[in-house]
């Protein structure tokens, strides 16, 4: 009678298998949201406090430049570096938009891995499901074979 068993084994191989793709899918669900809500923080956030500082370096160097008594013109130590801050600060602000789509895509491509890896759970869990259906087939073969040969019913 081990064919229930396999039956069940197979029921709960399913079963299984379901829960642990819901759990992988609900996982990747929230590595989106939260390359969403990382994404808007940036934005509205971190990004214009960034601005923010820039600016304000720029008018104290300003005003440092001045107070020295040198010209702020074009071709003049003052104003090359002013020009050169500009472009590091420039620099900055690619770097950490870069910094940050290279972060939204590490969560969205995790997420799609986890949605990856729910879909072989549930593989996983259907061909054991199949296995064991495939061996109560069998146990109900034998049995019926033993039963046959005996010329009574073999229940084993």
Do not use: H, T, W, Y
């Given at each position: 009678?081990?064919?229930i068993g396999n039956i069940a084994a197979a029921q709960s191989a399913k079963v299984i298998g379901r829960y642990n793709q819901s759990v992988l899918n609900?996982?990747?669900e929230y590595n989106k949201k939260q390359a969403e809500v990382k994404k808007q923080v940036y934005e509205k956030f971190?990004?214009?406090r960034f601005a923010e500082q820039i600016n304000t370096y720029n008018a104290d160097q300003f005003v440092s430049t001045l107070r020295t008594g040198a010209e702020f013109?074009?071709?003049e130590t003052g104003y090359l570096v002013q020009l050169k801050n500009l472009r590091n600060q420039a620099t900055q602000v690619?770097?950490?938009d870069y910094n940050e789509a290279i972060n939204q895509n590490?969560?969205?491509n995790q997420s799609i891995l986890l949605q990856a890896?729910?879909?072989g759970e549930r593989l996983k869990g259907d061909m054991t499901a199949r296995s064991e259906l495939y061996k109560a087939g069998g146990s109900l073969l034998g049995m019926g074979y033993n039963s046959y040969q005996a010329g009574r019913l073999v229940i084993s």
């Open positions: 009678m081990s064919f609900q996982q990747a971190d990004k214009p013109r074009e071709g690619a770097i950490n590490d969560l969205i890896k729910g879909v």
